[in-house]
């Protein structure tokens, strides 16, 4: 019996051997339900729905989403149509992959959306999953254990690029790369495709995935499409799939032309993929933003308000902020120039300008601009980033205050709020949706929008808990 068990064992490892990369995690979660899933994964797949389509509804109206939305509404002519899929907070539908693209734009248009896993997760995967369900009659559990695997995939392939920094320092962007799998793969698992077909959807996906930081040069509106672009890509891919169209079953690790030798050269690390597969959800790894901007600002943001709490301080007390953080840091957010939204959004220097100024950095803050008021001009010219911490620091920059009256103030928070191990309460994430959902939406919207998540996994009928998202 020993021998017999030993055999089926060496059988397995064999056909494993023989399968790729993309095709062990296809068959992982084509296989998977919600039944497996941990109540942990569960729970979390809530809060990150939740929280992204209240990131949605802050978009609905920015210039970036009304952009997409016209083009998008220009090429198919769907304006009103009872077909497709819902574009949140209006009365329009379009076709599954042009939805997804113009809802990941809103969800992603104001820096609401959550962070870490490929970047911005939420903003790629709930997108491409609720537009793929209103056309196929999926019921709420498969929709939730769609979302699992799609933020789990994102989030395994940003750590086998090898990590944010080295694959972002090449210049791509980690959202629009490694989410366009985490968005095929969850379109896959809410058409039911099986572990074949779902392997070629991420092959197709991989095929065409792109999505650059040139827009920092500019402030050019692209960065916001980034995640409704990649989940576009993946629900097109996985259509396609359905079809009968193939794609590379080795996307990930060809030697020409695969993902890793192209995109992420020697930082790569394949393996990384298949790491705890079955065994642990990189949902885990993401946070959700209580701060309307980039998340490499929050933790000089928390520093402040620290010290703010604990010293009394008014902006006219400060007389200038340094802070000490990696060099990454400094280029993706040492900016001085403010000219619109984005720019503020992505300037340490103008958020620690309206957080001393108001003592918050929501949305408010942003948009519209602060720049007006001479307080907040004053402090982004007396903010300075130093890179003088080593590229593999981790935690929360030294933020150094020094006082009108003489005094030197500095504080550190090693994880900023909203982190994995310093997460927001369930009481501010609903404050959060809540200041979101409920001006576009109306409280009764919101509070029914927040029981049909709370009770998804028993809803049959998908189209109406998608209903809920448009206008009255």
């Given at each position: 019996?020993?021998q017999?068990?030993?055999?089926a064992?060496?059988?397995?490892?064999?056909?494993?051997s023989?399968r790729?990369?993309t095709?062990?995690?296809?068959?992982h979660?084509?296989?998977?339900?919600f039944?497996?899933?941990p109540?942990?994964?569960?729970?979390?797949?809530?809060q990150?729905?939740?929280d992204?389509?209240?990131?949605?509804?802050?978009?609905?109206?920015a210039?970036?989403t009304?952009a997409?939305r016209?083009?998008?509404l220009?090429?198919?002519?769907?304006?009103?149509?009872?077909?497709g899929?819902?574009?949140w907070?209006?009365?329009l539908?379009?076709?599954?992959?042009?939805a997804?693209?113009?809802?990941?734009?809103?969800?992603?248009?104001?820096?609401?959306?959550d962070?870490?896993?490929c970047g911005?997760?939420?903003?790629?995967?709930?997108?491409?999953?609720?537009?793929?369900?209103?056309g196929?009659g999926?019921?709420?559990?498969?929709?939730?254990?769609?979302?699992?695997?799609?933020?789990?995939?994102?989030?395994?392939?940003?750590?086998?690029?090898?990590?944010?920094?080295?694959h972002?320092a090449?210049?791509?962007?980690?959202t629009?790369?490694?989410?366009?799998?985490?968005?095929?793969?969850?379109?896959?698992?809410?058409?039911g495709?099986?572990?074949?077909?779902?392997?070629q959807?991420?092959?197709?996906?991989?095929?065409?995935?792109?999505?650059v930081?040139?827009f920092?040069?500019?402030?050019a509106m692209?960065?916001?499409?980034?995640?409704?672009?990649?989940?576009?890509?993946?629900?097109?891919?996985?259509?396609?799939?359905?079809?009968?169209?193939?794609g590379?079953?080795?996307?990930?690790?060809a030697?020409?032309?695969?993902?890793?030798?192209?995109?992420?050269?020697?930082?790569?690390?394949?393996?990384?993929?298949?790491?705890?597969l079955?065994e642990f959800?990189?949902?885990?790894?993401?946070?959700?933003?209580?701060?309307?901007?980039?998340r490499?600002?929050h933790?000089?943001?928390?520093?402040?308000?620290?010290?703010?709490?604990?010293?009394?301080?008014?902006?006219q007390?400060?007389?200038r902020?340094?802070?000490?953080c990696?060099?990454?840091?400094v280029?993706?957010?040492?900016?001085h120039?403010v000219?619109?939204?984005?720019?503020?959004?992505?300037?340490?220097?103008y958020?620690l300008?309206?957080?001393?100024?108001?003592?918050?950095?929501?949305?408010?803050?942003?948009?519209?601009?602060?720049t007006d008021?001479?307080?907040?001009?004053?402090?982004?010219?007396?903010?300075?980033?130093?890179?003088?911490?080593?590229?593999?620091?981790?935690?929360?920059?030294?933020?150094?205050?020094?006082?009108v009256?003489?005094?030197?103030?500095?504080?550190?928070?090693?994880?900023a709020k909203?982190?994995?191990?310093?997460?927001?309460?369930?009481?501010?994430?609903?404050?959060?949706?809540?200041?979101?959902?409920?001006?576009?939406?109306?409280?009764a919207?919101?509070?029914?929008?927040?029981?049909?998540?709370d009770?998804?996994?028993?809803?049959?009928?998908?189209?109406t808990?998608?209903a809920?998202?448009?206008?009255?």
């Open positions: 019996m020993h017999t068990n030993t055999n064992q060496n059988s397995s490892a064999t056909k494993d023989l790729s990369l095709q062990r995690v296809a068959q979660w084509a296989q998977r339900t039944d497996e899933l109540q942990t994964d569960v729970d979390m797949v809530r990150r729905l939740l992204t389509l209240a990131a949605g509804m802050a978009g609905i109206d210039e970036e009304a997409v016209a083009g998008m220009a090429i198919h002519g769907q304006a009103g149509s009872a077909a899929a819902a574009l907070g209006t009365d539908k379009l076709p599954a992959p042009q997804a693209l113009v809802n990941g734009t809103a969800a992603h248009a104001r820096e609401l959306d962070f870490d896993g911005h997760t939420g903003a790629v995967v709930v997108p491409a999953v609720m537009a793929v369900a209103q196929c999926a019921d709420g559990a498969t929709v939730m254990t769609a979302i699992a695997a799609g933020y789990d995939l994102a989030g395994r392939m940003l750590n086998a690029a090898g990590g944010y920094r080295p972002n090449l210049g791509w962007h980690s629009a790369t490694c989410g366009t799998f985490g968005a095929a793969l969850a379109a896959a698992r809410v058409l495709l099986d572990a074949d077909r779902t392997a959807a991420l092959g197709i996906a991989g095929s065409y995935m792109g999505g930081w040139a920092m040069q500019d402030g692209t960065k916001r499409m980034h995640p409704g672009k990649a989940a576009e890509t993946g629900v097109t891919a996985a259509y396609l799939a359905q079809a009968g169209m193939t590379p079953a080795q996307i990930l690790e030697p020409w032309g695969g993902f890793f030798t192209t995109y992420c050269g020697a930082h790569a690390q394949p393996q990384r993929v298949l790491e705890q079955g959800n990189a949902i885990a790894l993401t946070g959700i933003k209580p701060y309307a901007c980039c490499a600002s933790g000089a943001i928390d520093a402040l308000l620290e010290l703010r709490a604990a010293h009394g301080l008014r902006a007390d400060i007389a902020i340094d802070v000490h990696p060099a990454h840091t280029k993706l957010v040492g900016s120039r000219d619109n939204v984005l720019e503020a959004q992505m300037s340490m220097p958020a300008a309206v957080t001393a100024l108001s003592g918050r950095a929501d949305l408010p803050q942003f948009a519209p601009l602060q008021d001479p307080e907040v001009r004053r402090l982004i010219a007396h903010t300075a980033l130093h890179a003088d911490l080593p590229a593999e620091h981790v935690h929360g920059p030294l933020l150094k205050l020094q006082c009256d003489g005094r030197r103030l500095q504080a550190q928070v090693q994880f909203g982190h994995a191990r310093n997460p927001i309460s369930a009481a501010e994430l609903r404050a959060k949706a809540q200041s979101l959902i409920a001006p576009p939406l109306g409280q919207r919101f509070e029914a929008l927040e029981q049909a998540v009770q998804l996994q028993a809803h049959h009928d998908f189209d808990f998608a809920l998202l448009q206008a009255a």
